[in-house]
């Protein structure tokens, strides 16, 4: 399937989706909407298969690389859902004790697209709240902030990743910018300009290759200030 880009749809199409994507609107209810974008021959269906996630644009490191060692484990959630499953990868010379970088998949699961980020962002947010003695650095990109009155409680340095357009993650902003600042939490944010939600997201027609980049590089600076 041909790549698209988010500049290839209309915004109210882009934020449609959006909230198809998110469950707060059923598959008919899409549909229903993206009719009036369909033309040419385009169905409506055309449309929600091109902006869904194409999963053969996301490998970037193979599964057999040898730098790498991984293995999948299972571990108890005995207040969730029973047992968990995450994907275990580090250095192959690895030797000693090293920093553990925690990945949340957005919320399509673990796929071969597991830094979305979006759900993770959520609960990486969510984690330096509710475990701050072990998270000493989150880096959420456009997750859900927690409650204000949560927010003395972290004790990690944040970096925050918002995208311009998302209006649904950015609304509550400025509520925990302000408790941030009260609490005197270390942190920095940033809000990439006419960027979509899932603008990280290298297989859906979202993805703004600038703003992933920059955000990256940023995250990676960060972690190794914080980490190492």
């Known amino acids: 399937m041909e790549r698209k880009q988010a500049s290839d749809f209309d915004q109210e199409l882009l934020d449609l989706y959006d909230d198809y994507a998110h469950g ?35 490998q970037q490191v193979a599964k057999d690389d040898p730098r790498l060692k991984t293995e999948y ?12 499953r995450g994907y275990l990868a580090w250095p192959a010379s690895a030797q000693g004790r090293w920093p553990a970088v925690l990945v949340i998949h957005e919320n399509r699961g673990l796929n071969p697209y597991v830094v979305g980020f979006c759900y993770g962002g959520g609960v990486a947010n969510t984690l330096a709240v509710r475990i701050p003695d072990v998270i000493a650095a989150a880096a959420p990109f456009y997750g859900s902030q927690p409650a204000a009155a949560d927010v003395p ?76």
């Not at 707060?24 to 869904?52: H, M, N, W, Y």
């Open 24 to 58: 707060r609107i059923e598959r008919r209810v899409f549909l229903q909407g993206a009719a009036k974008f369909a033309a040419g021959g385009l169905t409506a269906a055309a449309l929600l298969a091109s902006l869904a996630p194409n999963y053969a644009w996301a």
């Open 73 to 84: 484990l299972k571990y108890p959630s005995p207040k969730g859902s029973g047992t968990m």
């Open 153 to 228: 409680k972290i004790k990690a340095s944040l970096l925050l990743h918002y995208a311009e357009l998302d209006k649904r993650i950015n609304a509550g902003w400025p509520a925990y910018e302000n408790a941030l600042k009260a609490a005197k939490v270390r942190y920095s944010a940033h809000i990439y300009k006419g960027a979509n939600h899932g603008f990280h997201n290298d297989t859906t027609p979202r993805y703004d290759e600038a703003a992933a980049k920059l955000a990256w590089q940023r995250t990676i600076d960060f972690f190794n200030a914080n980490l190492r």
